[in-house]
């Protein structure tokens, strides 16, 4: 997969975490999945190392659909990280 | 045919009787109507405000989806879901489900069925905001919740 640019989208306590809200992102092509997506973040600084302290927790949504850990990204415009939800 | 659920995302207020009048005027063949409310517990006076974050446009999707497999798989005349964002105070309403059919099991499984999934799937987060002006914190997922949808599976 080629380098591409991604819309990254932050909410809840990760959004807190990381101290954004939402960012333009390049993604390396060594990233395919969901979860290299995940452990690549965690690398970035320590706000994203506390934030992805958990990958296994964290829900991953690629243009606003659920997505599994080991699905493959693709190339969609929004990706959104965010914890297990509480509405209702 | 089936139902086209209005499914709506805001920060105001709803009027509970309202949609239920919206719903039934004019069709005189509903016989039943569920409705389920949500409401902001105070947790014995310990809660100031619970402050609702939400995914905007990925929450309606999620709740559509759910609305419409409710729709495919009862006989349901119409659904309406309501679901706030912001400061909400102890005691005010958060989410409404109505579902109508002609018969009260539909409008039930229905109303539940959607409530289930919302609870899981669509993206909203709850912080708690407490009295005694501690840290105010992210509500923790239950695993009964997740259990409340996979029932349906």
Known sequence: ?88 | MTAIPKIVVQAEDFDQSAEIHAMTSGNKDIGAVATFSGLCRSEGESLNALELEHYPGMAEAEIERSAKEACTRWPIDGLTVIHRYGVIQPGEQIVLVIATSRHRDAAFDGARYVMDFLKSNAPFWKKEHRVDGKPAGWVDAKESDEQAKNRWQ
């Open chain 1, 1 to 88: 997969m080629t380098e591409f640019t991604v819309k990254m989208l932050y909410f809840s306590w990760i959004r807190e975490r990381v101290g954004i809200e939402e960012e333009q992102l390049v993604l390396p092509q060594t990233v395919s999945t969901v979860r290299e997506l995940l452990l690549w973040l965690r690398e970035r600084n320590e706000q994203f190392a506390a934030a992805i302290e958990f990958p296994d927790i964290i829900r991953v949504a690629l243009d606003q659909e659920h997505t599994e850990h080991e699905s493959s990204i693709g190339t969609p415009r929004e990706i959104a990280l965010f914890p297990p939800m509480t509405g209702g």
